[in-house]
């Protein structure tokens, strides 16, 4: 990129981590407001993400988290958030750098941000060429089976707005 040029992508990214910084700052203190939860899709192959070996193993480029009912010791700072989570019944602790987020949603409002500059990492691409289904958490898969079903929330990737090259 031009010395002179502005990084916009990287701009709306920060502005975008921020707004997920605070949501989660204020359900740190305050618990999750009404009927807010948070699907979170982050890199696993990111290197500042710290999961067990176990979870790496299994989730291998991304793993999406809620925060729902089922989550303890929700903590956030300026880089990144950590919380302890069940999976297959046993308590993990993860942390997650801002810079490793994929997408973040809230269904209960339809609102998502998607972070197309976090796909375009090189730990990430490494091995997509047989890329796999998206694999969830238990923690997902409880959250299907709720008996209210949120309309899904539209996530408009950057990408659209952005100028395109020739």
Do not use: C
């Amino acid at each position: 990129m031009n010395q002179n040029s502005l990084n916009y992508s990287q701009l709306v990214d920060r502005a975008m981590q921020s707004v997920i910084r605070e949501v989660l700052i204020i359900s740190e203190n305050n618990g999750l407001p009404g009927e807010h939860h948070f699907y979170i899709t982050i890199n696993t192959a990111h290197p500042e993400v710290e999961i067990s070996n176990e979870l790496r193993a299994q989730y291998s480029k991304e793993l999406t988290i809620v925060l729902e009912h089922q989550f303890w010791d929700l903590s956030v700072n300026k880089e990144w958030f950590s919380v302890s989570l069940k999976f297959n019944r046993k308590m993990q602790k993860i942390k997650v750098p801002f810079d490793a987020i994929i997408a973040f949603v809230d269904p209960s409002v339809n609102f998502g941000l998607q972070f197309a500059s976090n796909l375009s990492h090189p730990e990430y691409l490494q091995g997509q060429q047989h890329k796999e289904p998206r694999k969830r958490s238990n923690e997902s898969k409880q959250a299907d089976k709720s008996s209210v079903k949120p309309a899904p929330a539209e996530i408009v990737p950057l990408d659209n707005f952005r100028k395109k090259s020739d």
